[in-house]
Nanobody
Framework: QVQLVVSGGGLVQPGGSLRLSCVVS????????MGWYRQAPGKQLEMVAGITSAGSTIYADSVKGRFTISRDNRKNTVYLQMNSLKPEEAADYYC??????????????WGQGTQVTVSS
């Protein structure tokens, strides 16, 4: 059974930092792309950052220069370091992983959301 377990959300003041983690567990062949989305109350799901298995990254324009996505392939983990957080970035943050779970079968899995609150 494949699971993505997210940790690291919480309350932070404007301008503060948080680091999110997402660990993939279960029987898998390989992990391809991994990344993060977020959804604020009343808003659509928004891509935040993604990273390929080779380490190439992509970011939403709004977070470039402040957020950093990274991964540790030995630990099947993706991270999102968020600096200079803004109140409007309060949201539920979700990780995803594109997994090969058997020969020729690839699927995107999602972790549970973690709430990030940015408030003084």
């Amino acid at each position: 059974q494949v699971q993505l377990v997210v940790s690291g959300g919480g309350l932070v003041q404007p301008g503060g930092s948080l680091r999110l983690s997402c660990v993939v567990s279960g029987r898998i062949f390989s992990i391809n792309a991994m990344g993060w989305y977020r959804q604020a109350p009343g808003k659509q799901l928004e891509m935040v950052a993604g990273i390929t298995s080779a380490g190439s990254t992509i970011y939403a324009d709004s977070v470039k220069g402040r957020f950093t996505i990274s991964r540790d392939n030995r630990k099947n983990t993706v991270y999102l370091q968020m600096n200079s957080l803004k109140p409007e970035e309060a949201a539920d943050y979700y990780c995803y992983a594109d997994l090969q779970i058997s020969v020729g079968l690839n699927r995107r899995y999602w972790g549970q959301g973690t709430q990030v609150t940015v408030s003084s």
